[in-house]
């Protein structure tokens, strides 16, 4: 790759994972259907799955805005859980089925350009999911889907969450990396903002039905140094 | 297994990584060699190797006493060095020659059956270093070595350095698994002495030629769950 492009000088790739890497609304409905139906729930089930993601921002508001002590995201998904739940007319749900019901974020299922294109980066580029989602969520996400990290970085390892400029920079500093040796990789404009901001560079994959048919970002709105349809042309475009 | 053997209900396994799944020694002294020789130097470079591993634990000491704050350990590595290297005759070495020459940690060799091992193991646990080399330095040993870690986990995330019984809680506690769920693998008494203080199993492998021929622990001098002469034969008693 040329001195000049604004990629050159890139070492490592960082990921966001849910909504980039993962579909995280057909998955989280599949699972909340595999496990509640047979308790005799009839749910709109992406209705359900949408419901929980609308929670997720303001669970981790509480602790970016230092409200509460940093908590892992399934803390966090498990409150947010109870919270709608009612909503959806489930009321009185066993300790059992709300664990199990959380643990459907670690059964997601990658979109399906995703595990090929990574262990294509990999040959060139150190690859590290920069995620809210903990680290055990991250483990299981990779073993599901075959995700060949060299490490997992994110919130976890932070102590708080993106779009904290700490998150993003602890994830370099681990990898012993400046930030303009970083690229974020995001089908989310609010985070590769945050990610520039720190000096990152920033790539944008877009996914147009991430929450539901045509409500997703098919373009970032923010400038951004690569874009790809999918991970496969961020891999083309990086020369991996 | 069967319910009643002690390794039974373990879903982890954490390793120590200096001396247990990499040959520090051998490593640090033909890096130190292809380094400092074209320079002039003749060193006995075993004897250089062993100086600074010598200083390992006095400089982890100072973190782990509050003297110092959390430091990664190329740091340390490089702090260490610049202490022994006069006894050497190396003086005045420039800052790029230091810098290199830490980076000899991140250039070792793993002991011939440990890969293959790992692979085997992995189909049946979870896998992560508890080590308590740093982010990056676990990440080029693992790809130099094709080691294929679910996490690096050890110091760096804990934010002290083993003994410390945060550093073994931590790795559980990011796997969501509680101590006795995972099993400490080291060639060092002293660790899994301290790992079995926390809660967790034990496995010890001999290594006896770790500081030199005969020089290394041969078997454990604390009871541990499980031996083996080598990672396999580990790999073969947890029936993986």
């Given at each position: 790759m040329s001195a000049d492009t604004p990629?050159?000088?890139?070492?490592?790739?960082?990921?966001?994972?849910?909504?980039?890497?993962?579909?995280?609304?057909?998955?989280?409905?599949?699972?909340?259907?595999?496990?509640?139906?047979?308790?005799?729930?009839?749910?709109?089930?992406?209705?359900?799955?949408?419901?929980?993601?609308?929670?997720?921002?303001?669970?981790?508001?509480?602790?970016?805005?230092?409200?509460?002590?940093?908590?892992k995201l399934d803390v966090l998904h498990r409150r947010n859980l109870e919270r709608f739940a009612p909503r959806f007319g489930l009321v009185g749900l066993p300790d059992t089925v709300l664990h199990e019901l959380t643990l459907a974020w670690h059964r997601l299922d990658a979109w399906p350009e995703v595990p090929a294109a990574l262990a294509r980066l990999k040959r060139k580029f150190l690859i590290a999911p920069c995620s809210n989602g903990n680290i055990s969520l991250m483990v299981d996400l990779a073993r599901r889907n075959g995700l060949p990290w060299d490490a997992i970085l994110g919130a976890e390892v932070a102590g708080d969450y993106k779009p904290k400029p700490r998150v993003y920079l602890a994830a370099c500093e681990a990898l012993d990396l400046r930030p303009e040796q970083c690229m974020m990789v995001a089908a989310h404009s609010h985070d590769l903002a945050s990610a520039a901001q720190c000096g990152l560079r920033t790539g944008h994959i877009a996914r147009p039905n991430e929450y539901g048919p045509g409500k997703g970002e098919r373009a970032p709105t923010v400038p951004v140094d690569v874009i790809g349809q999918g991970l496969d042309e961020i891999a083309a475009k990086l020369q991996a």
């Open positions: 990629t050159a000088g890139v070492l490592a790739l960082l990921f966001d994972v849910f909504g980039t890497l993962v579909d995280w609304r057909a998955s989280v409905a599949r699972e909340a259907e595999r496990i509640l139906a047979p308790l005799g729930h009839r749910l709109d089930w992406a209705a359900f799955a949408d419901a929980w993601r609308a929670e997720y921002q303001p669970g981790m508001e509480e602790v970016r805005a230092g409200r509460i002590p940093f908590s």
